[in-house]
């Protein structure tokens, strides 16, 4: 059910005073019809003096009448009210024998329109009002004659005023009335409504809640068991992954050693060389065995974040020592491609929180990802104190940038760009959700930007390292 605004019940209450008010004005209308008729045969004004200015105001009766049955509640406000100021301007206007008392006492009843204005619309139409009365008042009375104005206009129009101010007032009261008096018509119909759609819908509620109740317990046994088999689940990929990654570890290990020896140390075997087809297949062996190996930690420290097991030895961190480390491990990343290795770092910067091993990981992959995607130009690294108790530490590069969809894969497992789909530029897709998550458990956090063809950056944060306050023993 429908319940009515605070807007529709005041207006639906004025509506109700305005029909009140034209039947009344209409029966007074003909009331002064029949005085005229019968007073006027005794005098010198004729009967006709008052039928033009009553049928402007009958006819502003009936128009507001129609109005209101249409439900256009200002329009036949308007109607009532201007078949008023036209009747009664008339009366001021037209020249007939009216004293000037007489005149005078018709322009004192202009006030009352006002006041009949402010009770039925807001206060911004009082005030059309106001200006249309002033205006008949003071200038009706010298249409075709010498412009005057008289004391009797001036206290008049200060009468019009004044009760426009009143009928401000009064009406702001009556909608506070009106206001209260919906809002206890909408509890009083709410309850109600309440009350009889409650005895129906208990009904209802209960048989739904039985059934339902019935449904969340063997939810809740199935829930349960589902979570079991997830906590093993879980359990054993971690300690099929820990068994697996230490089974691979040990020939990996076993054929990245010996090819390196291989390639890089003759003396072991009296110094016999190596045929250069020998050489190309066992630094393709050592490339792919190191490459292996890096996937295997990855998918490892991957499993023991997801599984709450990753230690980090949290303590205060000063970056240069790291900074100078993986520049130097970076240039062998780069190899011989025509890309210069830059560094953006002030010579003073505060102290760290984390984990000294894992800072210089998440850096490593960073500048590995760059150097994998990009051909020529530059890298660089680049570190700023913040000042908000963060450092913000970025690798940006030169390289291939990465498409805007991709933006929100890159950080998830076993994810890649498309970029990183091409021929030569293949990874796990761990790095950097392992390097995320890493730096959620720092307490740092981790973001990239990048305009493909022109390169990429990659920000992430550390906290400033606190010392903890040192109590005082008394």
């Given at each position: 059910?429908?319940?009515?605004?605070?807007?529709?019940?005041?207006?639906?209450?004025?509506?109700?005073?305005?029909?009140?008010?034209?039947?009344v004005?209409?029966?007074?209308?003909?009331?002064?019809?029949?005085?005229?008729?019968?007073?006027?045969?005794?005098?010198?004004?004729?009967?006709?003096?008052?039928?033009?200015?009553?049928?402007?105001?009958?006819?502003?009766?009936?128009?507001?009448?129609?109005?209101?049955?249409?439900?256009?509640?200002?329009?036949?406000v308007?109607?009532?009210?201007?078949?008023?100021?036209?009747?009664?301007?008339?009366?001021?206007?037209?020249?007939?024998?009216?004293?000037?008392?007489?005149?005078?006492?018709?322009?004192?009843?202009?006030?009352?329109?006002i006041?009949?204005?402010?009770?039925?619309?807001?206060?911004r139409?009082?005030?059309?009002?106001?200006?249309?009365?002033?205006a008949?008042?003071?200038?009706?009375?010298?249409?075709?004659?010498?412009?005057?104005?008289?004391?009797?206009?001036?206290?008049?129009?200060?009468?019009?005023?004044?009760?426009?101010?009143?009928?401000?007032?009064?009406?702001?009261?009556?909608?506070?009335?009106?206001?209260?008096?919906?809002?206890?018509?909408?509890?009083?119909?709410?309850?109600?409504?309440?009350?009889?759609?409650?005895?129906?819908?208990?009904q209802?509620?209960?048989?739904?809640?039985?059934?339902?109740?019935?449904?969340?317990?063997?939810?809740?046994?199935?829930?349960?068991?589902?979570?079991?088999?997830?906590?093993?689940?879980?359990?054993?990929?971690?300690?099929?992954?820990?068994?697996?990654?230490?089974?691979?570890?040990?020939?990996?290990?076993?054929?990245?050693?010996?090819?390196?020896?291989?390639?890089?140390f003759?003396?072991?075997?009296?110094n016999?060389?190596?045929p250069?087809?020998y050489?190309?297949?066992?630094?393709?062996?050592?490339?792919?065995?190191?490459?292996?190996?890096?996937?295997?930690?990855?998918?490892?420290?991957l499993?023991?974040?997801?599984?709450?097991?990753?230690?980090?030895?949290?303590?205060?961190?000063?970056?240069?020592?790291?900074?100078?480390?993986?520049?130097?491990?970076?240039?062998?990343?780069?190899?011989?491609?025509?890309?210069?290795?830059?560094?953006d770092?002030?010579?003073?910067?505060?102290?760290?929180?984390?984990?000294?091993?894992?800072?210089?990981?998440?850096?490593?992959?960073?500048?590995?990802?760059?150097?994998?995607?990009?051909?020529?130009?530059?890298?660089?690294?680049?570190?700023?104190?913040?000042?908000?108790?963060?450092?913000?530490?970025?690798?940006?590069?030169?390289?291939?940038?990465?498409?805007?969809?991709?933006?929100?894969?890159?950080?998830?497992?076993?994810?890649?760009?498309?970029?990183?789909?091409?021929?030569?530029?293949?990874?796990?897709?761990?790095?950097?959700?392992?390097?995320?998550?890493?730096?959620?458990?720092?307490?740092?956090?981790?973001?990239?930007?990048?305009?493909?063809?022109?390169?990429?950056?990659f920000?992430?944060t550390?906290?400033?390292?606190?010392?903890?306050?040192?109590?005082q023993?008394?």
């Amino acid at each position: 059910m429908n319940v009515p605004t605070k807007l529709d019940f005041a207006q639906e209450v004025r509506a109700e005073r305005l029909s009140l008010l034209w039947k009344v004005t209409l029966l007074a209308s003909v009331f002064v019809v029949w005085a005229a008729l019968v007073f006027t045969s005794l005098s010198a004004i004729s009967p006709l003096d008052f039928v033009i200015p009553v049928l402007m105001i009958v006819v502003g009766c009936i128009l507001c009448r129609w109005l209101l049955s249409l439900n256009r509640y200002e329009p036949a406000v308007w109607a009532y009210v201007g078949g008023l100021f036209l009747g009664l301007g008339w009366l001021i206007y037209a020249p007939v024998a009216w004293s000037e008392v007489a005149r005078t006492m018709i322009g004192f009843s202009f006030p009352l329109i006002i006041v009949i204005v402010g009770f039925l619309l807001p206060i911004r139409s009082t005030l059309i009002a106001l200006l249309v009365g002033l205006a008949i008042e003071l200038i009706a009375p010298s249409l075709g004659r010498e412009f005057t104005i008289e004391r009797s206009q001036i206290y008049s129009a200060f009468l019009m005023a004044l009760a426009a101010g009143i009928a401000v007032q009064m009406s702001g009261t009556l909608y506070g009335i009106a206001e209260w008096a919906l809002e206890s018509y909408r509890k009083e119909r709410e309850t109600k409504d309440q009350l009889f759609d409650s005895q129906q819908e208990v009904q209802r509620s209960y048989l739904r809640q039985k059934a339902l109740a019935e449904q969340l317990q063997e939810a809740n046994v199935e829930l349960e068991a589902a979570r079991a088999a997830a906590i093993e689940a879980k359990n054993f990929r971690g300690q099929f992954l820990a068994n697996m990654s230490h089974e691979l570890r040990t020939p990996l290990n076993a054929i990245i050693g010996f090819s390196e020896t291989m390639l890089n140390f003759p003396m072991m075997y009296d110094n016999q060389s190596l045929p250069p087809a020998y050489k190309t297949d066992l630094g393709q062996i050592y490339t792919s065995g190191k490459h292996l190996l890096q996937l295997i930690n990855d998918i490892l420290d991957l499993s023991k974040v997801d599984a709450g097991k990753l230690d980090l030895e949290i303590e205060q961190v000063e970056l240069e020592p790291i900074f100078k480390g993986v520049l130097a491990t970076a240039t062998g990343l780069i190899g011989d491609k025509p890309i210069k290795l830059k560094r953006d770092i002030p010579a003073k910067l505060p102290l760290v929180q984390g984990d000294s091993l894992r800072i210089r990981q998440v850096i490593l992959n960073l500048l590995s990802n760059s150097a994998k995607f990009t051909d020529e130009g530059a890298i660089t690294l680049g570190a700023r104190d913040e000042g908000n108790g963060e450092v913000t530490l970025w690798v940006s590069d030169t390289g291939i940038g990465i498409p805007p969809q991709d933006m929100d894969k890159i950080f998830e497992e076993f994810r890649q760009g498309t970029s990183g789909r091409r021929k030569g530029r293949a990874g796990s897709g761990l790095g950097l959700a392992i390097s995320r998550q890493l730096l959620n458990l720092m307490g740092g956090r981790i973001w990239a930007e990048s305009t493909p063809g022109k390169g990429s950056t990659f920000y992430f944060t550390l906290p400033v390292y606190t010392p903890e306050p040192v109590e005082q023993q008394g």
